[in-house]
């Protein structure tokens, strides 16, 4: 289009659209094709798109760039004249993304993955010559060739014809009825084409389909390097390596909630003692009657509606992604478990060096009954996209998963997720409200994983982990002392070097008291916080309503409060103390977060001059973090099992012969998991927990002098309404 000039109020107004450079288009290809496996991943979208089954892709003598040669070929239905001139041609064409919009299937059940209209600029990412030879089915063939170079002379784009030749005769096409057929030549001199690079570029090419679904057709494309076939010798396949991972899971969810989870640990045969488990929660059919029956795991139905990161309260909602399938193998690289299980131990690590992590499928049912086909969400799961955070979350919670031990798949309906969008560069979704929840939700599953996981992967170290009866240091130094008695025969000599070992043995006994004391702190300091945050929020509330009689007494409640924190934090000595008083601490310092969650408080306990000598702080952290769990649980109990109508605590002090003890029980869904697991560290049922806090009291009560017991509920007199719920005592020998 020309310009137009007119006059106006004699004005003269120019009227022109933009003008673009020829060279804007090798621009764009760089900008927008990243590098060159998303090239090839980009022209075999094109293919499948195409309704191809076969794609061979030849290269030869390419580390030459004068006489390198790419050749592409597949049996998609190919193209006739009329769509490489009014779609191949045309930029940024809408021709797919109409299709996307309408579901408009392919012959093969297919929904286009390629709708930008763009890749075929990949090409010139890979050479500045490309031949396109296609046939439709009952079409003429069609010719296009296209030399980059002539783009970059300055001239106008649309001064630079590109020759298309309809065939009269087929000269490609003589035996096959249709397909595509690109011819790439005159590389990049910039590329260096090299061994590694082309073992990454087939790893991208075989991660196009998931590994993971059994679909209806046959879309595997194929790379052969003519000249250099031993550039993809010994490339491990998943194939070679899926035996390894010991652990399987499969999720499903919709809407605010895991609807179906499985769980199947099968360590190796060797390991005689572990125990294999499955774990089941919804809907299955049972091989045996081949019924439907639903299971319903506990601690699945305690973890499964929380879809939430760390900063949100509050469920989310993936109603408008349709069902979300999450699947995949969990390894264990651990020395003591590879070690004569595993024959190939550096092909193993390093097949997951460069294909672990979490891919993102999408895929279309073709019709009723048959398998969905699934192809790549490009760049989720690849070597340093951790886009789910995996492994800076096991810097703060050091038994968390890692990226490097899983290998999974997500798997999208393209047609329900039409909300999340791909990014123009092609490198994964547009990161806005709905990616946000959709990771939100991947991220919750695999903190439901990760509870069954951590407690197998604990048990099985501890049956055939490296054994270590006694706390490392103190191991250490009782072998110390008794290499010295045994050398050491001077008895003066003898004497002052083990007065040393003592002094040193006394110094790191006081070093892990003062860190269990932080540790108690540290896990309390959470629910500090939430507490003063409730009281400054009450304090404005009635400042702002003008009820300042109250401003006093709540401003002396605050100031109690932080300074009964402060005590926690303290390394407190042990000295006797009324215990009723360590408890009515404890529970004034959780008073707020109790009357929030409407939780009652049944004290049977009452004031008498009982008396401990204990670390009056530390015991007063174990108890806030035993109210916490127990708050936790009892909203799970009342919310997803709907087991309870009214929230309680109950609290009592008994003297027994031997010892006084603290009991505290509840009404919520008592405990998930066995209490041998739960005292360990890094073992909860919760989703988002530590798995710390009853290891710490463990330790704590034990350091102390006292004991964590987990009775039964008719070693105490407690009500019957608490039965069903967790019961455990702080013991304190007289």
């Not at 804007?24 to 499948?48: C, H, R, T, W």
């Not at 952290?621 to 009214?646: F, H, P, Q, R």
Request: charged share 30%.
């Amino acid at each position: 289009m020309s310009e137009i000039v007119k006059k106006e109020n004699g004005d003269r107004i120019i009227e022109q659209p933009f003008k673009a450079r020829a060279r804007l288009l090798p621009q764009l290809g760089d900008m927008l094709i990243k590098s060159e496996d998303v090239a090839f991943l980009e022209l075999i979208k094109n293919a499948y798109d195409a309704d191809a089954e076969d794609v061979n892709i030849l290269m030869e003598k390419v580390t030459t760039p004068d006489e390198g040669i790419i050749i592409i070929e597949d049996d998609g239905t190919g193209m006739d004249v009329d769509i490489i001139l009014n779609v191949w041609l045309e930029l940024a064409s809408n021709y797919k993304t109409q299709k996307v919009e309408r579901s408009e299937l392919t012959s093969k059940g297919r929904l286009p993955i390629g709708e930008k209209g763009i890749g075929r600029l990949g090409a010139h990412k890979l050479g500045n010559k490309i031949q396109l030879i296609s046939k439709k089915k009952n079409a003429k063939e069609v010719h296009v060739n296209i030399d980059w170079r002539e783009f970059e002379k300055g001239d106008y784009l649309e001064n630079i014809p590109i020759k298309v030749v309809e065939k009269n005769t087929p000269e490609y096409f003589t035996k096959k009825e249709h397909g595509t057929y690109i011819v790439i030549t005159d590389f990049n001199k910039k590329t260096r084409w090299e061994r590694g690079k082309f073992r990454e570029i087939q790893r991208v090419i075989t991660s196009f389909t998931s590994p993971f679904e059994e679909t209806s057709e046959n879309f595997k494309p194929k790379l052969e390097i003519l000249d250099h076939t031993d550039w993809l010798d010994d490339i491990i396949t998943w194939e070679d390596i899926k035996d390894f991972a010991i652990i399987h899971f499969d999720v499903e969810m919709e809407q605010k909630e895991i609807v179906k989870f499985h769980y199947s640990y099968h360590p190796f045969k060797v390991f005689e003692k572990a125990i294999p488990r499955e774990v089941k929660y919804g809907f299955f059919q049972e091989e045996e009657t081949g019924e439907t029956k639903f299971f319903n795991d506990k601690i699945v139905a305690a973890n499964k509606t929380v879809l939430e990161d760390s900063n949100n309260p509050h469920p989310v909602d993936i109603s408008n992604l349709g069902k979300i399938k999450f699947k995949g193998y969990i390894f264990n690289l651990e020395a003591f478990v590879i070690k004569d299980t595993v024959s190939d131990k550096k092909g193993l690590k390093k097949y997951l060096k460069e294909n672990s992590g979490i891919k993102v499928y999408r895929g279309t049912a073709p019709a009723p009954n048959s398998a969905t086909s699934y192809s790549r969400v490009y760049n989720y799961g690849e070597p340093g996209n951790d886009w789910l955070g995996l492994n800076l979350k096991r810097v703060n919670f050091p038994s968390s998963i890692s990226n490097n031990l899983i290998v999974a798949g997500v798997f999208l309906d393209r047609e329900d997720t039409k909300e999340l969008r791909e990014k123009t560069d092609r490198q994964g979704f547009i990161e806005d409200e709905n990616y946000i929840k959709f990771r939100n939700a991947i991220n919750h599953s695999i903190s439901v994983v990760d509870i069954f996981r951590r407690a197998d992967t604990k048990a099985l170290r501890d049956l055939y982990g490296p054994k270590g009866e006694e706390e490392p240091v103190v191991s250490s130094i009782n072998k110390l002392r008794d290499l010295i008695n045994e050398k050491v025969t001077d008895k003066p000599l003898n004497t002052a070097i083990n007065k040393y070992i003592d002094d040193i043995e006394n110094s790191y006994s006081t070093i892990q008291s003062n860190l269990l004391a932080s540790a108690s702190a540290g896990l309390g300091l959470g629910i500090v916080l939430h507490e003063v945050e409730k009281i400054i929020k009450e304090l404005l509330l009635i400042v702002k309503n003008e009820e300042s009689g109250n401003v006093a007494e709540l401003i002396r409640r605050l100031s109690k409060l932080v300074k009964g924190y402060s005590e926690i934090f303290k390394t407190s000595g042990r000295t006797d103390i009324e215990l009723y008083k360590v408890i009515d601490d404890a529970l004034f310092s959780v008073e707020f977060r109790l009357r929030a969650h409407e939780v009652e408080i049944i004290r049977k306990y009452k004031e008498s001059n009982i008396k401990v000598n204990v670390a009056k702080g530390l015991i007063e952290g174990i108890i806030i973090n035993l109210v916490d769990n127990s708050i936790y649980w009892l909203e799970v109990a009342k919310n997803e099992y709907k087991t309870i109508e009214t929230k309680k605590i109950f609290i009592d002090i008994v003297e027994n012969n031997h010892s006084t003890d603290i009991v505290i029980a509840d009404n919520g869904t008592g405990f998930l998991l066995s209490t041998e697991l739960l005292i360990q560290p890094f073992v909860t049922a919760k989703k988002s927990g530590m798995g710390l806090g009853l290891h710490i009291a463990n330790e704590i009560m034990t350091a102390d002098g006292g004991r964590l017991e987990f009775p039964d509920f008719n070693d105490y007199e407690i009500p019957v309404e608490f039965s069903g719920g967790a019961v455990i005592s702080l013991v304190f020998p007289k």
